[in-house]
């Protein structure tokens, strides 16, 4: 059995990106910083930031850049998935795992 689901909450980093495929399609992109705070056994107090790039598409891609600025907590549930391309510079692969939004 496969499954690729996840939901992160967490607040957007900027208003999202939105563009048009030469047919029309909707893709708006982003970042979604989630934080996480914790006491060490010490009882020191810790926060992190992870931030995660996402890109949505179609109606949720429009509702994404209709509804949702920078700043704004939103709870994002989507797939994971690996970009990888060539770096042109370098020549080197490289690679990124980011959020494909299915709901906003």
Not at 10 to 18: S, V, W
Not at 47 to 75: Q, R
Request: include cysteine; aromatic fraction near 6%.
């Amino acid at each position: 059995m496969n499954l690729n689901q996840c939901t992160f909450a967490g607040n957007l980093t900027a208003d999202p990106e939105l563009r048009y495929t030469p047919k029309g399609m909707a893709i708006a992109s982003g970042q979604l910083a989630v934080n996480r705070k914790w006491t060490t056994p010490d009882g020191e107090k810790k926060e992190e930031a992870s931030f995660i790039p996402y890109t949505a598409f179609d109606k949720t891609a429009e509702n994404m850049a209709k509804h949702t600025a920078k700043g704004l907590n939103v709870c994002l549930v989507g797939r994971m998935r690996t970009e990888t391309w060539q770096d042109k510079a370098t020549g080197q692969n490289r690679s990124k795992l980011l959020l494909v939004v299915e709901q906003a």
